[in-house]
């Protein structure tokens, strides 16, 4: 069998040699990782500064303020949510059996209430009393309810804001029809 010059050079021990030779020569390799081939080698991430950790509490506790801001801004609104319903409701229960309002009223009185002019039906006496101050107008669920002066007061104390009108007599001219000196048209 004929051997190779590669298998002779080996036998003779030349080769070795010279692999002993170029590894003294050249410098130690690095140690690998111990991760298997073809995996990425995960670097360490380095130690966070004190000036890193303080902004990351600051951001926490940015957070968890304006949570609890948003918390206590939900809780006031419904809390005010809640006594605006008991109002309505005291108003409510105050007003039943109590409404003058008259179903062949045949005169409009116009008014002011929220920016708009309103108007509610009531008949020639009502008109006279209403201008006089003796009745006042309510808002309630959607209508002007007309009431008398003591029950007008009654629900300005509960909720000024569903008091929709009632003349002070000394405030306002009133001429012999009962009708205010300023309202004329």
């Given amino acids: 069998m004929v051997d190779s010059l590669r298998d002779q ?3 003779s021990g030349i080769v070795k040699q010279l692999k002993d030779e170029k ?11 111990p991760f298997a081939k073809g995996k990425p080698t995960h670097k360490s991430k380095p130690a966070r500064s004190d000036s890193e950790m303080d902004l990351a509490k600051a951001y926490a506790i940015r957070a968890q303020t304006e949570a609890q801001e948003r918390k206590r801004i939900e809780q006031e609104a419904a809390e005010q ?3 605006k319903r008991e109002r309505k409701a005291k108003v409510q229960q105050l007003l039943e059996g109590q409404v003058l309002n008259k179903a062949d009223a045949d005169q409009v009185r116009h008014f002011e209430y929220g920016g708009k002019i309103r108007r509610v ?12 101050g003796k009745l006042g107008i309510v808002q309630n669920a959607g209508r002007y309810l007309l009431v008398t002066q003591a029950l007008a007061e009654q ?3 509960i909720d000024p804001h569903l008091l929709a009108l009632l003349v002070s007599p000394a405030a306002a001219g009133v001429d012999e029809d009962g009708i205010p000196d300023d309202l004329m048209w």
């Avoid at 590894?23 to 990782?33: F, G, S």
């Avoid at 039906?121 to 006089?132: R, S, T």
Wanted: proline letters at 9%; glycine letters at 0%; aromatic letters at 4%.
């Fill in 9 to 11: 050079l080996l036998k």
């Fill in 23 to 33: 590894r003294q020569q050249q410098p130690a390799p690095k140690p690998k990782a």
């Fill in 81 to 83: 949510a809640r006594l």
């Fill in 121 to 132: 039906y009531v008949d020639a006496n009502q008109l006279a009393d209403l201008n006089a």
């Fill in 155 to 157: 629900v300005r104390e």
